[in-house]
């Protein structure tokens, strides 16, 4: 199994991305899928999660309104859209798994601990 996420870059305050997690080695219909960051110096933290069918979706308080997680099954990818990024968002942004995550409709922690694949992460840089 593997994820390879694209997107991350340089942008000012204010600005927009779109990361993208390609996955490979799994079929993604069947599983929710979460997005992580880590900040420089900081835990890792989930921020974002898609059930598999995007029947639900969770962002944390931090995110909520800027952030929106969705996800194409046919092409294997989850995707995140950041709108309104701010320095505090800058991080290494990873996908992550875990297996528990199938055919499930509940919120998940989202505990890093629990996830059993990750992405390599991709960097976002919010700075002016």
């Known amino acids: 199994v593997q994820f390879v996420e694209f997107g991350g870059g340089v942008v000012k305050p204010g600005g927009s991305l779109n990361l993208s997690c390609a996955a490979s080695g799994i079929d993604l219909k069947y599983y929710g899928v979460g997005w992580f960051r880590q900040a420089p110096g900081k835990q890792r933290e989930g921020i974002s999660y898609?059930?598999?069918?995007?029947?639900?979706?969770y962002y944390i308080d931090s995110v909520k309104g800027r952030f929106t997680i969705s996800r194409d099954n046919a092409k294997n990818t989850v995707y995140l859209q950041m709108s309104r990024l701010e320095p505090e968002d800058t991080a290494v942004y990873v996908c992550?798994?875990?297996?528990?995550?199938?055919?499930?409709?509940?919120?998940?922690?989202?505990?890093?601990?629990?996830?059993?694949?990750w992405g390599t992460g991709t960097l976002v840089n919010v700075s002016a």
């Open positions: 992550g798994l875990c297996e528990d995550w199938e055919d499930s409709e509940e919120i998940p922690t989202l505990n890093p601990r629990g996830v059993d694949y």
């Open positions: 898609i059930s598999h069918n995007d029947g639900v979706r």
